[in-house]
């Protein structure tokens, strides 16, 4: 069993930057595919950016310009790099690993991103 450990949440004021950081207890896997995803108060889960094993990005369109997901491979990590932050941008943010190899979803327990003046 894969365990997320995510850090990096937090309370920021409009205009500011956040990073999120989630290592994975291992990536032992062939094809996988790790990011966030976010569920603000009321909404859906939503995709805020992906990054695969071969350095593959999506990022959702609310994210473009505005944050950047990258691989720290070393530890095992994949780090979110937010700025310039919204208050739309309020909500829980959550690790994802998919292995492709075994059609698998692992989550982490989610960090509060909070975007308030």
């Known amino acids: 069993q894969v365990q997320l450990m995510e850090s990096g949440g937090g309370v920021v004021q409009p205009g500011g930057s956040l990073t999120l950081s989630c290592a994975a207890s291992?990536?032992?896997?062939?094809?996988?595919?790790m990011g966030w995803y976010r569920q603000a108060p009321g909404k859906e889960r939503e995709l805020v950016a992906e990054i695969s094993n071969r350095g593959d990005i999506k990022d959702a369109y609310s994210a473009k310009g505005r944050f950047t997901i990258s691989w720290d491979i070393t530890k095992n990590t994949v780090i979110l790099q937010m700025t310039s932050l919204k208050p739309e941008d309020t909500a829980v943010y959550y690790c994802?690993?998919?292995?492709?190899?075994?059609?698998?979803?692992?989550w982490g327990q989610g960090t509060q991103v909070t975007v308030s003046s």
């Open positions: 994802n690993l998919y292995v492709l190899d075994k059609l698998t979803n692992y």
């Open positions: 291992s990536l032992g896997f062939k094809i996988y595919t």
